[in-house]
């Protein structure tokens, strides 16, 4: 009896000294870091930000988990340059890719005009394994090809699965997939690809379980090829067949999200893990009618309005972040590098970005300097300061200027009401737009001729 209650009481110190030590070592190491990017997922394409069509119970469940943003924006309005922005903490008028393709580029993949990440660019992998982080990328990458500067085996991560060129991503049946810097993987016939990209990521997490992680989730999901192995949550629908699979394919991003979560708890890292969850640039057009994937939002990606930016973004942090919060912080994925860095305890040298771990602990921050954005085919630009937002199609072009709080739709331009805010924005597109050969700036950008519309249409992605 005696001996008993003697064990008794040693196993109830020892678990003390467990419940003790454990969560001591959680707090004195940096989290693991998770960012999930969906690909042309629109604000209105997730439950939580108001859709009516699209079931999205994980995502939703992080949100009530999270926080959630109404006003974070996108690197760019379509892949390449958001990814170019999100991995470097640049913003596209200073970052090297601004846009999918760059004029007098070469890449030496199928002679398409594309520029890679340069030697010089640091990325936010390449940041937080130096801090000692394990470093996985799984899904699009974008941002050279094999046989580049841009691979991402020479920007950080250690492991990297998925598509490096932005066009083979279109293939969700494709032959193989690339590890690495260019090694390619073959692929069972008839596997859709997003399966292997996603149990490599779930996969890559266990491996690393003991130690902090980064992984980076760009997956392809639900950009086109618009095709899915079942679009049974949404086969009754009366829409067209392209609308229900990209309903399916948001839904089961979203089931993998459950599938993630699920792990994260399982594996015992969930106290000590936070999860982003967004996509890279506003909803391409055919969704906007029978979805309303734009949201309240006019235009789509490719374009600077709303509908091209806002993005949807959750972040999920246990313990830190108040659950069920919202939040109308204006920010981008241009700050994600220095909120990485941030949570690692990294020195983040990027002007560009700006950490919102404030934010996400519930303190007041002071608001953001102005986000800036440029496009190149055609050439715009963007800013957004507080309540304003403005765009212009050239830079002698007329500026036009919304409330995007009273008018989130922006279809009253104030710009003639307000001289001096159109003065100081004029001055920010100027300054913050610096010199490219690859990206010039364009005075009057040349309407679209016809037959160019396709062109672009396929580079597009
Ligand atoms: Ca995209």
Same mark, same amino acid.
């Given at each position: ?9 040693? @196993?109830?110190?020892?678990?003390? !000294? ?19 990017? &969906? ?40 892949? &390449? ?5 999100? *991995?470097?903490? *640049? ?19 199928? =002679?398409?005009?594309?520029? %890679? ?14 801090? =000692? ?53 073959? !692929? ?26 980064? @992984? ?7 950009? =086109? ?23 399916? *394919? ?13 792990? #994260? ?10 999860? $982003? ?7 391409? /057009? ?26 949807? *973004? ?9 659950? =069920? ?15 990485? @860095?941030? /949570? ?25 300097? %102005? ?7 055609? $050439? ?9 937002? &403005? #765009? ?70």
């Amino acid at each position: 009896m005696v001996s008993g209650m003697r064990l008794h009481a040693g @196993c109830i110190t020892f678990l003390t !000294l467990l419940a003790l030590t454990h969560p001591a070592q959680a707090r004195d190491r940096p989290p693991n870091i998770v960012f999930v990017m &969906a690909d042309d997922q629109g604000y209105g394409d997730v439950a939580c930000y108001g859709s009516k069509h699209l079931l999205t119970p994980n995502i939703d469940q992080l949100a009530r988990d999270g926080m959630l943003f109404r006003h974070c924006y996108a690197g760019s309005a379509v892949c &390449a340059p958001t990814r170019c922005v999100l *991995m470097t903490g *640049m913003h596209p008028g200073h970052c090297t890719r601004r846009d999918n393709t760059a004029t007098g580029a070469l890449d030496s993949f199928k =002679g398409r005009p594309l520029l %890679p990440l340069s030697a010089k660019d640091t990325t936010i992998a390449a940041s937080l394994k130096k801090a =000692g982080y394990s470093t996985g990328g799984f899904g699009k990458w974008g941002l050279g090809n094999p046989g580049t500067t841009g691979t991402p085996d020479k920007h950080g991560f250690d492991l990297f699965f998925g598509y490096l060129d932005q066009v083979h991503a279109h293939d969700y049946y494709t032959s193989h997939l690339v590890r690495n810097g260019g090694e390619e993987v073959p !692929l069972e016939n008839g596997t859709y690809s997003h399966i292997p990209i996603f149990d490599a990521a779930l996969k890559f997490i266990r491996d690393n379980a003991e130690k902090p992680f980064f @992984c980076y989730l760009p997956v392809c999901l639900p950009h =086109g090829k618009y095709v899915t192995p079942s679009d049974k949550a949404y086969a009754d629908k009366p829409w067209p067949q392209m609308v229900k699979n990209y309903a399916a *394919m948001i839904t089961h991003l979203d089931s993998d999200v459950g599938r993630l979560m699920k792990l #994260i708890k399982d594996i015992g890292i969930d106290d000590n893990t936070i999860v $982003f969850y967004t996509s890279d640039n506003g909803p391409n /057009l055919p969704f906007v009618k029978p979805l309303g994937s734009a949201g309240p939002f006019r235009g789509t990606k490719r374009q600077l309005t709303e509908g091209g930016l806002r993005a949807p *973004m959750i972040v999920r942090w246990p313990g830190k972040i108040k659950p =069920g919060t919202q939040s109308d912080f204006v920010w981008g994925h241009v700050d994600f590098f220095a909120t990485a @860095c941030a /949570l690692a305890g990294v020195k983040n040298n990027k002007t560009d970005s700006v950490s919102i771990v404030s934010t996400l602990l519930g303190k007041k921050q002071q608001q953001r300097s %102005p986000l800036y954005w440029e496009i190149h085919h055609p $050439f715009q630009q963007a800013v957004r300061t507080g309540k304003w937002k &403005a #765009i212009r199609h050239g830079t002698k072009a007329p500026l036009k200027l919304f409330d995007v709080i009273a008018d989130p739709g922006e279809s009253s331009n104030l710009a003639d009401d307000n001289p001096d805010i159109v003065k100081n924005i004029e001055a920010i597109m100027s300054r913050e737009h610096s010199p490219s050969k690859f990206f010039p700036a364009r005075e009057k950008p040349k309407a679209r001729k016809a037959g160019r519309k396709k062109t672009v249409k396929k580079q597009s992605a």
